[in-house]
């Protein structure tokens, strides 16, 4: 009697003794992990070499959960720390996991100039349109005009539109997908996988608990039908045209896929046009210095 | 072990403060550094920009110091040894990475060209206005470690020393010069690189799978992981179990935080040094440190001349503070004299050692301008009396 | 018979039925049991329509479900207690009525 063993495809990318998770019923960061899971298997990396560095917030917490060398740093500090792990380990495939807030607010310096830099890390965002861990203020990302805790009349900050911000300051890959539409973003995060650069993925999702609730949005599943239906696919659209609104479409896919030298290539060729032999390329670090 | 040749300029320099520091973090292994300019320290990476890329590493200037103060601690955990510098408004920005650093057991160092302050302040001018903030500018309870060089030959020897006290108790170690240590141009003798020694950096020798990430040794620090080799480490400023995985209990954060304070405190003896002078017998001990205690030199001179019997005590670890050796001081003699380049910081410890056992007297200025001899000079002769 | 099996762990669910929702060919329903958080979690109430597409793992934010098809093993390596599901041969072929 042969008996095969049939496992969750995300399991072996879990602290599996770390579960249940502190995420909400209903949010979407767990079907991101997904995702995530599926996209590294099938780019078939060596695992070894993957390394995850998250901020501070709900999303903050992935690198916690999972089972690579993982990061939970400082918020809105992410992605300088990853330009460093990658600039000294190059072999790494450093992967930045981390929230609208942390990534585009106390963050958003970082990210601007690591996508300036072309540097080679890859962005997950998990948007969900507000400050979750800390009780559901506003966030650059939240759109007009909703309930918050730290706007109890309403938001009238206008928003950021991510994928836009992220392709002015250089990104070579930009997609935006929601929870909705895992096999798509499985794929995204796939492709990004491959390509070289600054490389960032945008995903809607709810956050069922505050920014839903406190809008009477209906829970997390009801968030994922609006999703499923007000989803434009728009493959290559101009990202100035995809900024998000309380209600309106929310336009997805692959938006940028462009090639740019990244950081590395870029500091390797001026300094061997420059010094010729004399230049020493940092090697990936020497473990017993 | 030795230092790579690589990184060691042997010979006979002249070189100023900032530029033998930075051949100190070359000496020492530093093969990564992301910086950000900032008066009067940006010579220091300025020269590594320079040096690395014919040595092997990267220098990168980040956005701001709260990206440099992060990069470092990436590329350490990456495999390099790394190090920024600044100055007071961006040692303030780096606070709360300090405590990042501490908290996760980074080993690295933070090297403070101190200027006049608070604020935008002085930039071209010295002070000693941060030596508190060294040991208290982060959130929570801590301990580090933080070294004073006097001239450039100590900047150069003192770093190596950061680097390897660093490496030892894997705790972020600040290098406290001054603006005019760091300006001041001087011989600096750089040895052959068989002669300096070097701390390899605690990687574990158990294999993934079994092995604890910040489970502690018996000198209370943990070995550390590496990353790309199937550890899994996680590493996480929230307060963390053995396992580095976050535990919010407040029996495992008395845990943790005392451990992460006792590695110093208990480990404290292992890591002081100062120099004495003819602290036997003396009446009136001057304590000093960076370049004021090139000037308290010259005022213990003439005061011994005059016949008072002056001994010195100059702090070379500021941090942990000596406060053993002071309480002995203390109750043999009849004064302390304090001279320092603030409005008195280091002489609240040396108060706080001597429990009134002896006369405690402050000499010291909001910085801008070293002290003049005569200033300590006068000091010592009113309490000598 | 059903191509698919959908294996539960129970006590990481939230109920927050995206599996249910999201099953294409409606799997799925949440019981009455509930776990030891109060969370009421889902079963198969149309087995038989199981093509074991592994969506509801695709969609299940608390890695709490995951379907699989029991004739073909999947490609992972370390088979940890929870998330797991073992099929014997035996079992198979009984199932194959």
């Known amino acids: 009697m042969t008996t095969t063993i049939h496992t969750n495809p995300v399991e072996p990318f879990l602290r599996s003794e770390r579960m249940p998770h502190i995420w909400c019923p209903g949010c979407g960061i767990g079907t991101s992990v997904n995702s995530f899971a599926r996209a590294l298997t099938d780019a078939n990396l060596d695992l070894q070499n993957v390394a995850i560095v998250s901020g501070i917030g709900c999303t903050g917490r992935v690198a916690g959960y999972m089972n690579l060398d993982s990061f939970h740093t400082t918020h809105g500090r992410a992605i300088p720390f990853a330009t460093g792990l990658k600039l000294a380990n190059p072999k790494l495939n450093v992967v930045v996991y981390s929230g609208d807030g942390d990534l585009f607010a106390i963050g958003g310096n970082h990210l601007i100039h690591a996508a300036r830099r072309n540097v080679d890390i890859k962005v997950v965002c998990v948007n969900n349109l507000i400050y979750a861990m800390t009780g559901g203020q506003t966030a650059p990302t939240t759109p007009g005009s909703v309930i918050t805790s730290t706007n109890p009349y309403g938001t009238y900050d206008p928003s950021f539109n991510l994928p836009y911000l992220v392709e002015a300051a250089g990104a070579v890959y930009v997609a935006r997908w929601t929870t909705f539409h895992v096999r798509q973003l499985a794929r995204s995060m796939q492709e990004m996988f491959k390509k070289k650069g600054f490389a960032f993925i945008e995903v809607i999702s709810p956050c069922p608990t505050l920014y839903q609730r406190r809008n009477k949005m209906g829970d997390g599943l009801d968030t994922m039908k609006f999703y499923k239906e007000v989803s434009k696919i728009k493959n290559g659209a101009p990202t100035s045209e995809v900024a998000m609104s309380k209600a309106g479409e929310i336009v997805v896919g692959k938006f940028v896929d462009r090639e740019r030298a990244d950081y590395r290539d870029l500091m390797h060729d001026r300094l061997t046009e420059v010094l010729g032999d004399q230049y020493v390329e940092a090697e990936a670090c020497e473990c017993s210095i | ?385 | ?97």
């Open chain 2, 1 to 385: 072990m030795h230092a790579d040749p690589a990184g060691v300029l042997t010979g006979t320099h002249f070189l100023d403060g900032d530029h033998a520091c930075c051949e100190g973090a070359l000496a020492a292994g530093a093969r990564f550094s992301s910086g950000y300019p900032i008066t009067p320290s940006t010579e220091v990476v300025e020269r590594f920009a320079a040096r690395v890329p014919k040595i092997g590493g990267t220098f990168i200037q980040m956005e701001d110091e709260l990206a440099a103060s992060i990069a470092l601690q990436g590329a350490v955990w990456g495999g390099a040894k790394a190090f920024t510098v600044t100055s007071g408004p961006g040692f303030s920005l780096m606070m709360e990475h300090i405590g990042l650093a501490v908290m996760t057991e980074t080993p690295c160092v933070f090297v403070n060209v101190q200027r006049g302050g608070p604020s935008t302040g002085l930039p071209t001018l010295p002070a000693q206005g941060d030596m508190m903030q060294a040991r208290w500018g982060s959130h929570g309870d801590y301990e580090i470690i933080a070294l004073c060089p006097n001239s450039p030959q100590e900047s150069f020897d003192l770093t190596i020393k950061a680097f390897n006290l660093a490496e030892k108790y894997r705790v972020p170690v600040f290098v406290m010069l001054d603006e005019v240590v760091g300006h001041m141009t001087e011989k600096v003798v750089i040895p052959p690189a068989d002669q300096i020694e070097v701390e390899p950096r605690r990687y574990t020798t158990i294999p993934p799978g079994q092995f604890l990430a910040y489970k502690a040794k018996d000198d209370l620090v943990p070995d550390m992981p590496r990353t790309g080799e199937g550890y899994n480490v996680h590493v996480t400023g929230l307060t963390h179990d053995e396992r580095g995985y976050p535990d919010m209990k407040p029996a495992q954060q008395d845990k943790l935080v005392k451990r992460l304070v006792d590695k110093i405190r208990k480990n404290a003896d292992k890591i002081i040094l100062y120099e004495e002078d003819q602290i036997d017998g003396a009446d009136v001990v001057v304590v000093s440190y960076g370049i004021t205690s090139r000037v308290a030199q010259r005022a213990i001179d003439l005061a011994r001349e005059k016949g008072v019997k002056v001994g010195k005590f100059r702090l070379i670890t500021a941090w942990p503070f000596p406060e053993k050796k002071l309480a002995e001081i203390a109750s043999k003699v009849k004064a302390l004299v304090v001279a320092e380049l603030n409005l008195g910081q280091m002489v609240r410890e040396v108060e706080r050692a001597a429990a009134g056992k002896a006369t405690v007297r402050f000499v010291g200025h909001a910085g801008g301008s070293v002290h003049r001899p005569e200033d300590i000079l006068q000091a010592i002769m009113e309490v000598a009396r």
């Open chain 3, 1 to 97: 018979m059903a191509k698919g099996k959908v294996e539960i762990v129970v006590e990481r669910c939230k109920a927050c039925g995206f599996c249910v929702e999201f099953c294409p060919t409606k799997v799925l329903a949440l019981s009455s049991a509930f776990n030891s958080k109060g969370y009421h979690t889902p079963y198969m109430v149309h087995p038989e329509k199981c093509s074991g597409c592994d969506l509801c793992g695709m969609y299940c934010p608390d890695f709490a479900i995951f379907g699989y098809k029991p004739a073909a093993p999947t490609k992972d390596a370390a088979a940890p207690a929870a998330g797991v599901a073992a099929t014997a041969a035996s079992e198979e072929a009984q199932d194959a009525r």
